[in-house]
């Protein structure tokens, strides 16, 4: 059964030729930077071994596309205000880790999780803990919260400076719902303590429900694996936060390819975004954020896979335009980048293909290019007959596609769509009504396939580099 936002219902689009209202700002990476952190480099992210193979099957991409996309209906109505007033119920209790701009919001962009759990759940919310190292930040979104009409789900939230912490301290007759966590990625995916929180997390919690946020880390990719396999045994359901899966025009691509019992042959992603005003420096900065691949153009990464199937990672070939070559020298970079070791500076542009598992090709160009605000963001799926062109997935979503007997594109786009909404109601309605009751639409093991395929283009980028004879000593 399908909750409110995905009734199992399906059919044509609401609005062809037809306004749009999704307003999705910016992509996330303009502020993605996580501050806080400090982590060593992850330049000998290695290739999967022998534990991350196991998680990669031969399955076609038709069979990952129906598995994954269930019954999702693209004319099911996500916008927060077109929803059904949440009605009063039981304490839904939930834990907040990260005071940051993806739980709590920022002009930068329209991720707001809190802001989507409160249009979910209503009074039932209880934010029982805000999980922060920087007690500063924590108190003055609660602050916030408590001067404004959701008030009730705040006014008790505990602000603990660390996992243990809320572990050792909490009030065992608020047990936890679901975990919302926003954290920077440095502190999670991985084995070691401190950056383990997954692990910690089913342990402590095995009932509880957990949002992850994208990358799933920065650590090595076989460790991302591990806390894949660990998650899976632990059986606790879990959503990792590639929203852009849920976009109703991304669900259309997946109806028609469906419906027409087609095989995609090529995937061809385009990222330029706009650096001008990209003004945090771990952001330019590999040893800090991994670098645009990893951080940014992981959401196209996780796209391009979502249609194309499994990626055979030994086909990724890939180069760059490197900081140090002629023609990557940038005029308006809005940060002191000489600060920043010369070894670690970030390409400028990335070109990368690979091969699917089915055979089918996929490439993706990353550009560090734009000024202004606006990012140019496409995405091309080829089959046979057929062409689907995603434009502009943050900002305006539009498909444009093109079928057999007809040498025009049509144009299809979505009144209020709102996949932010649509990735929290899912996930709280699995929580409440049983795994399976709304389609969650990326794995952990998944997201765990596009951290390690996005690590796969830098390197293969970076060897290229070093081939060349390039790049500054270190490089
Ligand atoms: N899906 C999207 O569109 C999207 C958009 C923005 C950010 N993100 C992701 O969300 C995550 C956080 O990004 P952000 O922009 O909110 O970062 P941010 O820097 O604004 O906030 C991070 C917060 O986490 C806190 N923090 C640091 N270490 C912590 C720890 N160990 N435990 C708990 N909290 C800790 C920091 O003090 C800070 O308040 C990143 O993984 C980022 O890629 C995704």
Redesign the pocket.
């Known amino acids: 059964m399908m909750r409110a936002s995905l009734p199992l219902r399906r059919g044509m689009p609401t609005s062809v030729l037809g306004s749009v209202s999704a307003n999705l700002a910016r992509p996330?990476?303009v502020?993605?930077?996580?501050?806080?952190?400090k982590f060593t480099s992850l330049q000998s992210n290695k290739a999967p071994s022998n534990l991350s193979k196991r998680f990669y099957s031969s399955k076609t991409p038709n069979e990952i596309a129906s598995e994954a996309q269930a019954d999702f209906d693209p004319h099911a109505i996500t916008a927060m205000d077109k929803q059904s007033p949440p009605e009063p119920g039981a304490d839904f209790n939930v834990v907040i880790?990260?005071?940051?701009?993806?739980?709590f919001g920022?002009d930068e962009?329209p991720?707001n999780h809190s802001f989507r759990l409160e249009h979910k759940l209503g009074p039932r919310l209880k934010v029982v803990g805000l999980?922060?190292?920087?007690a500063d930040?924590a108190e003055k979104v609660l602050d916030v919260k408590r001067k404004s009409f959701v008030l009730s789900a705040y006014k008790d939230t505990i602000v603990y400076p660390?996992?243990a912490d809320y572990v050792r301290n909490r009030d065992p007759a608020k047990p936890p719902h679901a975990f919302w966590v926003?954290?920077?990625?440095a502190?999670r995916g991985r084995e070691e303590s401190g950056r383990d929180l997954e692990k910690a997390l089913v342990e402590a919690f095995p009932n509880a429900g957990i949002f992850i946020?994208?990358?799933v880390s920065t650590g090595p990719v076989d460790e991302a694996f591990a806390i894949a396999e660990r998650l899976k045994s632990a059986g606790n359901i879990v959503s990792v936060?590639y929203?852009l899966r849920y976009l109703k025009v991304v669900q259309k691509m997946k109806q028609i390819l469906e419906e027409n019992n087609l095989k995609v042959m090529a995937t061809n992603a385009r990222y330029i975004m706009a650096y001008e005003h990209t003004a945090k420096l771990d952001w330019w900065d590999k040893s800090q954020t991994c670098g645009p691949i990893v951080?940014q153009a992981t959401?196209f990464c996780d796209l391009s896979r979502y249609f194309g199937g499994e990626v055979d990672l030994d086909s990724v070939l890939a180069h760059s335009l490197e900081h140090f070559e002629p023609a990557g020298h940038l005029r308006r970079v809005p940060v002191p980048e000489e600060t920043i070791a010369p070894e670690q500076r970030i390409p400028r542009i990335t070109c990368a293909t690979w091969k699917y598992t089915s055979g089918a090709v996929g490439s993706l160009t990353h550009a560090v290019a734009l000024h202004g605000y606006n990012y140019s963001t496409e995405l091309d799926i080829i089959a046979d007959g057929h062409s689907l062109r995603l434009v502009d997935p943050y900002n305006a979503p539009v498909l444009y596609f093109r079928r057999p007997g007809d040498d025009h594109e049509e144009v299809v786009r979505y009144q209020s769509d709102d996949p932010f909404f649509s990735e929290v109601s899912n996930l709280i309605d699995n929580i409440e009504l049983g795994p399976g009751s709304a389609p969650i639409l990326s794995s952990y093991e998944d997201a765990v396939k596009t951290y390690a395929l996005t690590w796969q283009i830098r390197n293969r980028s970076e060897e290229q580099v070093r081939k060349l004879g390039k790049g500054p000593a270190n490089f």
């Open positions: 996330s990476s502020l993605a930077a996580p501050s806080a952190s880790v990260g005071a940051g701009n993806i739980n920022s962009g991720w999980i922060d190292p920087s930040r660390t996992f926003g954290s920077p990625p502190f946020e994208k990358p936060g929203m951080e959401h």
